[in-house]
């Protein structure tokens, strides 16, 4: 069986202001804090003699391995994301990040979703990747617009009940 896996679909490169500061700082976080640490410890492991039997050496050397995929990641990703700090001019639909009220029609729960992007779902907050199918399909609609999204469960209808846009 081989490595090979198909390539990802490429995420749209939207950010908030917000993301894109967190992201910058888990950057700066990794290269001027944990790095440095690590490489200390590799080099006093490396120090102990024969790295073969060296436990110590191999889990830092894949801990270094890790921390630098992920500032490598950072770094390509944050020149392409282009930062969305302003709110649409019509502000009565939906757009990057809106924070929109729904009530699911089938059971007339009310839910809260912020469509944010890719790189900051947080699934707790109810922020969703403008890439999810349910945020697609809610795109453009305005306050009491129904419409249908197929989500992993299967078809689903919501109504719009507010849409709102932080800071505004």
Known sequence: MSRWRPPAEKST????????????SELDDLWRAKRPGVVKALAAAAAEG????????????????EIDRRVRYLSKR????????????DRDAVFFGAEVELEDLDSGELVRYRIVGPDET???RGWIS???????????????????AQLPAGAARFAIVEVRYPGG
């Open 13 to 24: 490169a939207l950010i908030t202001r917000e993301g894109h500061d967190r992201l910058k």
């Open 50 to 65: 024969d790295r073969s039997e060296n436990a110590e050496y191999t889990y830092r050397k894949k801990q270094l391995g």
């Open 78 to 89: 944050l020149e392409a994301l282009r930062v969305v700090d302003a709110a649409p001019a």
């Open 122 to 124: 947080d699934a707790q």
């Open 130 to 148: 403008i890439d999810a199918p349910l945020a697609r399909a809610m795109l453009k609609k305005r306050v009491d617009d129904e419409f249908e």
